[in-house]
């Protein structure tokens, strides 16, 4: 099993930034190379891509909305990912999910295993 815990969403005016974490454990994941990635979900939406990592961490990916936005990041010694975000818009508004992957696209939702509970991000205007 693997589990995610995500922390540092909040409300921030238009223009500013945050920094959201997502903790990751357990013996599964020390044991094989996951590929992370960033989602989020807006009232009424679908949960959609904003960020990922290859298997190995070697490529980024980022939706066209958020690219020289936010930074996708990791600290191997943590087993933490961060998404760094700069620049917020109220459009940003949603709750961020962070998810692992065994294998398929960054970019799907079907190709992530597992997922964290969510952390709240609300940009105001």
């Known amino acids: 099993q693997v589990q995610l815990v995500e922390s540092g969403g909040g409300l921030v005016q238009a223009g500013g930034s945050l920094r959201l974490s997502c903790v990751v454990s357990?013996?599964?994941?020390?044991?094989?190379?996951?590929?992370m990635g960033w989602f989020r979900q807006a009232p009424g939406k679908e949960r959609e891509f904003v960020a990922g990592?290859?298997?190995?961490?070697?490529?980024?990916y980022y939706t066209d909305s958020v690219k020289g936005r936010f930074t996708i990041s990791s600290d191997n010694t943590k087993n933490t990912v961060y998404l760094q975000m700069n620049t917020l818009k109220p459009e940003d508004t949603a709750v961020y999910y962070c998810?692992?992957?065994?294998?398929?696209?960054?970019?799907?939702?079907?190709?992530?295993?597992?997922w964290g509970q969510g952390t709240q991000v609300t940009v105001s205007s």
């Open positions: 357990g013996r599964t994941f020390s044991n094989y190379a996951y590929g």
């Open positions: 998810g692992a992957r065994p294998a398929g696209s960054a970019y799907s939702i079907n190709s992530y295993t597992y």
């Open positions: 990592f290859s298997r190995w961490g070697t490529t980024t």
